[in-house]
Structures are given as structure tokens and as C-alpha cells.
């Protein structure tokens, strides 16, 4: 089973392609199985209630909350590691990643504004499905020529995009939406470059992966958004990605391969 980091690619393309996406991303979520032996640290994604956060800096907030649970817990247990606070999220959850211990964990519990931890997981890949499959047909449904609008952003959580792949190229691709705000962020073999009017930003997250597995293997994979598994170059080609004439695989099915836009 492929071990892998995840990192959320922004690729531009249509209204139809969002609803379709959604479909996909529910998929890859909710059917990757793997899971990791239970050890004794796990990192874990804590929700935070938004209201009960007293310092206009998050950073410095859930560094304190780290502190007391750090010493909460040091009062049963010894020996423990101060975790370091691996993320914070602000936008969708309000929270933070830490590897914790479990008395770390159960320490939360007193912390006013915790509401619940999830251990965060190490999933395994899975396979997409083809239009065809979602019965997707050119001019009709989906596909009819008013939902080919752009301006849409979608978001990917994968491996990795391999950014000259011939599907995010970005000809025929209108201006960024304005409202965009996103990075196109720089690492091994990745730079600013590397995005374009398809392929608007990327971002890598190791931390959770290096939390579990230690520092990236950079002779086998990328420190930074480009994709050394190709199953992101792959998704994101489907969901997103531009229309290709004439592709093939060695010869076979051959066709016109396209995002379901
Ligand atoms: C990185 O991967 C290479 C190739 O598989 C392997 O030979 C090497 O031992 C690995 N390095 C570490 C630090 O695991």
C-alpha cells in the first residue's frame, strides 16, 4: 500500500465539474480504508470552538493550549514531549494538528473551547471513475455548452501534480478569477512557474506524514506540490483537466480525454 502526503491542488474549470468533483471527492475520502497501527503518539486535527479563543493570534493561542495540556498531562505521566503545533486551521474548522499522547489527549478535555479530536490517518489510494461511467455526455446534461463557464475554482486533496502535464495547459483558459487568493507554492523541483491560468495553485502539507513517518525520502519523492506518485496528476486531470486530443494509453483507448466539464 502507497503511503502518501496530501496537498490541495486549485485547478480552474467549469460549474459541472464542481457538482461532479464533490461526487469524487466523497469517494476518495470515504473509501480509503488503511489505517496505521495505533501507537502510542498520534497526531490529531483538534476542532476548536471559534468563540473561545482569547487571543487575536491564533499561533500564540494554540501554543498556550499546548503549554497547558503539556503540564496537564506531566502531572500523571512523565517524560513526555512538548508537541509541536503542526497546523493551524482557520478557515473551514477552527483548530489545530499536533502529535499528541494519549494523557495529552485526554488533557483537552479540560481545556475550555476543545470539542473533539480526530486522529488524523495515513489512507491509501483509490481509483476514479470515467464519465462515461457517470453517464456524462457531450451537449446534454452536465455537459451542455452553458455549464461550460469558467470561474469556478476546484480544490483537490492529493498526491501531487505533475504541472506540464499536457491537461494543465492553460491555452484557451480565461484570466484567474479575481477573487482568487491563493499560493502557488515553491519546493523541490516546484516553483511559481510551474502555475498557470489551469493550473492556478498548489500547495503541499507534509507535516502529518513527517509527524508519522519521518522526513520526506527525496530521492524517491518531492518536498513540495510536484506529484511523484501521479494518482493527483491523475485525479485532477479528471476532474479539471484540459481537453487533450488524441490520447491514448500505448495505443489503446484511444480518444479525447478531458475534466467532465
Ligand atoms: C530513500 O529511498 C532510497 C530508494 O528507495 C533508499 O535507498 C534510501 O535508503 C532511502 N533513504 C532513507 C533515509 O530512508
Not at 49 to 64: C, E, G, L, N, V
Not at 164 to 189: I, L, N, R, Y
Not at 229 to 253: D, E, P, Y
Amino acid at each position: 500500500m502507497g503511503e502518501t502526503f496530501f496537498l490541495l491542488l486549485f485547478v480552474e474549470a467549469s460549474r459541472a465539474t464542481m457538482i461532479i468533483f464533490r461526487t469524487f471527492l466523497f469517494f476518495l475520502v470515504f473509501m480509503a480504508t488503511t489505517k496505521i497501527a495505533l501507537m502510542e503518539e498520534q497526531t490529531y486535527i483538534i476542532h476548536m470552538d471559534k468563540t473561545k479563543i482569547t487571543d487575536s493570534d491564533h499561533q500564540q493561542y494554540y501554543q498556550a493550549v499546548i503549554d497547558s495540556i503539556t503540564k496537564l498531562s506531566s502531572q500523571e505521566e512523565e517524560e513526555e514531549n512538548t508537541p509541536q503545533l503542526l497546523y493551524i486551521y482557520e478557515t473551514v474548522i477552527s483548530g489545530f494538528a499536533a502529535k499528541l499522547s494519549t494523557s495529552q489527549l485526554k488533557s483537552l478535555n479540560q481545556v475550555d473551547g476543545f470539542l473533539f479530536a480526530t486522529p488524523d490517518e495515513l489512507l491509501s489510494l483509490h481509483t476514479t471513475h470515467t464519465p462515461q461511467f457517470l453517464g456524462l455526455q457531450n451537449g446534454n446534461g452536465l455537459w451542455s455548452a452553458s455549464n461550460l463557464a469558467s470561474d469556478v475554482i476546484v480544490g483537490l486533496v492529493d498526491t501531487g501534480i505533475w504541472p506540464e502535464h499536457v491537461s494543465f495547459q492553460d491555452s484557451g483558459m480565461s484570466p484567474v478569477p479575481a477573487h482568487w487568493k491563493g499560493t502557488c507554492e515553491e519546493g523541490t523541483k516546484f516553483s511559481i512557474s510551474n502555475c498557470n491560468k489551469k493550473l492556478i495553485g498548489a500547495r503541499v502539507f507534509v507535516q502529518g506524514y513527517e509527524a508519522i513517518i519521518g522526513r520526506v525520502n527525496e530521492t524517491v519523492d518531492y518536498r513540495s506540490p510536484r506529484d511523484s506518485n501521479g494518482h493527483g496528476t491523475h485525479t485532477a486531470s479528471i476532474a479539471a483537466g484540459n481537453f487533450v486530443n488524441q490520447a491514448s494509453l500505448f495505443g489503446l483507448a484511444k480518444g479525447s480525454a478531458s475534466g467532465m466539464k
